[in-house]
């Protein structure tokens, strides 16, 4: 099974302040098509989680450019800059290269 | 708007079964792979099982292998899972989710005696 590993377990942060979040995979998630199947979720309090970034670096309709995705084949990283009160909650990431299909540990983002 | 609705969830005893339902609306259903995935209280999320668009593939974690069985009904928009044996480490909120953008509100699971 492919491991995704998430740093830091959780984060505080200073609202109008950035955050970063990192996920290591254990493989490579870029598949032959050319794709790398990384997915980025935000679970808030209380909510199911929901889609931020597909495909390591695209974002999701809806969601606002102040997040953003990046990476490498096994490295990746969620920035959110100028980070606001909505943006507490619980942060995956998340691979579709193959099954099974397999989710990071979570990181917690707080405000200070 | 895509809405995902569960149902069915509950508290049922050790080694007994349930039948959870997801009824799908606002969007072509029979286009669309589903899946369910569970999070237990307090902990991350895992996912259980995949159904491919037109029912002709499935996919199991292995922990629910030969236990929990999914299925859709393409003409009625709804995706099932059919859970046997159940054991208390099933016990979780269960989404229906289509991967991997949109998820239900999800249905508590409690297995317990």
């Known amino acids: 099974d492919i491991v995704l590993t998430q740093a830091p377990l959780s984060v505080s942060v200073t609202p109008g302040e950035s955050a970063s979040i990192s996920c290591r995979s254990s493989?490579?998630?870029?598949?032959?098509?050319?794709?790398?199947?990384l997915y980025w979720y935000l679970q808030k309090p209380g909510k199911s989680p929901q889609l931020l970034i597909y495909?390591?670096?695209n974002l999701a309709s809806g969601v606002p450019d102040r997040f953003s995705g990046s990476g490498s084949e096994t490295d990746f990283t969620l920035k959110i800059s100028k980070v606001e009160t909505e943006d507490v909650g619980v942060y995956y990431c998340?691979?579709?290269?193959?099954?099974?299909?397999?989710f990071g540990g979570g990181t917690k983002l707080e405000l200070k | 708007e895509v809405q995902l609705v569960e149902s069915g969830g509950g508290l049922v005893q050790p080694g007994r079964s349930l039948k959870l339902s997801c009824a799908a609306s606002?969007?072509?259903?029979?286009?669309?792979?589903m899946a369910w995935v569970r999070q237990a209280p307090k902990k991350g999320l895992e996912w259980v099982a995949t159904?491919?668009?037109?029912?002709?593939?499935?996919y199991y974690r292995d922990s629910v292998k030969g236990r929990f069985t999914i299925s859709r009904d393409n003409a009625k928009s709804t995706l099932y899972l059919q859970m046997d044996s159940l054991r208390s480490e099933d016990t979780a909120t269960y989404y229906c989710?289509?991967?991997?953008?949109?998820w239900g509100q999800g249905v508590m699971v409690t297995v317990s005696s």
């Open positions: 989710a289509t991967p991997p953008g949109d």
């Open positions: 998340a691979q579709f290269l193959e099954y099974p299909r397999t």
């Open positions: 493989k490579s998630l870029l598949s032959s098509k050319g794709i790398t199947s």
């Open positions: 606002g969007f072509t259903f029979s286009d669309y792979n």
């Open positions: 159904i491919i668009y037109d029912g002709s593939r499935t």
């Open positions: 495909r390591m670096s």
